[in-house]
């Protein structure tokens, strides 16, 4: 009787999320974050981030938004998924049809022990010495220094990014790539990531905006972390874009 509960539990979680029966119906980010609870809370405790989960804390603390300067649990999901697949098209979307079709329940990670660590040292990185330095670097500019707590298409297409060069290389090769960047948001520059030139190029774009926000920004980064470009060239990746 002790692993009925459990097995209970799995079932009434997937028989709400899939029929969304609950007297309020669901966001898709309450069923990413119930689907993915398991890998989410590993990720907060191991490195150490502020989550934000829409399940639990709107109702602690009464806040409808999630604070600009903290994770949402649901980015966090689909950052990880982005990082495990190099996809800079993984969507919360896709993520919970995804999960919905498969049968290993929603009680672990669902993620292989190897791939949680390197997910884990990557998202630690992120939070802990990315994101400090764009909240200073970029002070009074609330439009640019929360682009990474902020989720969304940045965060994705940046863990992507993150994921293909541990995936075609090693843990070792993107430690020194995200090095690079924390140097580069150390030098004395008013805007090191070059982030005006990024919000007068995605002015342009509004054909199929999401995904190729995405991409812009996985190609972007990218090629920085290759050694392709010195600085975060938008420009010349924008253009790439365009001809493909």
């Known amino acids: 009787q002790t692993c009925a509960l459990p097995i209970y539990l799995e079932g009434l979680l997937h028989y709400m999320v899939t029929f969304n029966t609950a007297q309020r119906r669901m966001s898709l980010q309450v069923q990413l974050e119930i689907m993915r609870r398991p890998l989410i809370d590993e990720i907060e405790a191991a490195a150490k981030i502020k989550v934000f989960r829409d399940t639990i804390d709107i109702e602690a603390t009464g806040k409808t938004q999630k604070p600009k300067d903290q994770f949402a649990a649901s980015d966090i999901a689909v950052a990880a998924e982005a990082f495990i697949?190099?996809?800079?098209?993984?969507?919360?979307?896709?993520?919970?049809?995804?999960?919905?079709?498969?049968?290993?329940?929603?009680?672990?990670?669902?993620?292989?022990?190897?791939?949680?660590?390197?997910?884990?040292?990557m998202l630690r990185r992120v939070a802990q010495d990315i994101?400090?330095?764009?909240?200073?670097?970029?002070?009074?500019?609330?439009?640019?220094?929360?682009?990474?707590?902020?989720?969304?298409?940045?965060?994705?297409?940046?863990?992507?990014?993150?994921?293909?060069?541990?995936?075609?290389?090693?843990?070792?090769?993107?430690?020194?790539?995200?090095?690079?960047?924390?140097?580069?948001?150390?030098?004395?520059?008013?805007d090191p990531l070059s982030l005006d030139e990024y919000q007068e190029l995605i002015k342009n774009i509004t054909s199929s905006r999401g995904k190729m926000l995405r991409r812009l920004v996985y190609d972007t980064f990218l090629r920085f972390f290759l050694g392709t470009t010195t600085r975060l060239e938008w420009t010349d990746a924008y253009r790439s874009l365009s001809l493909t």
């Open 131 to 190: 994101h400090p330095l764009m909240l200073l670097v970029y002070a009074d500019e609330p439009g640019k220094k929360f682009y990474f707590s902020g989720g969304g298409t940045f965060l994705t297409g940046f863990t992507a990014a993150c994921g293909y060069v541990r995936n075609r290389n090693n843990m070792k090769m993107l430690d020194g790539a995200l090095e690079k960047l924390i140097s580069l948001l150390k030098q004395q520059n008013e």
């Open 85 to 121: 697949t190099n996809n800079a098209q993984a969507s919360q979307k896709e993520i919970a049809e995804d999960l919905l079709e498969k049968d290993s329940g929603y009680m672990s990670t669902g993620v292989d022990v190897g791939d949680i660590a390197d997910v884990v040292n």
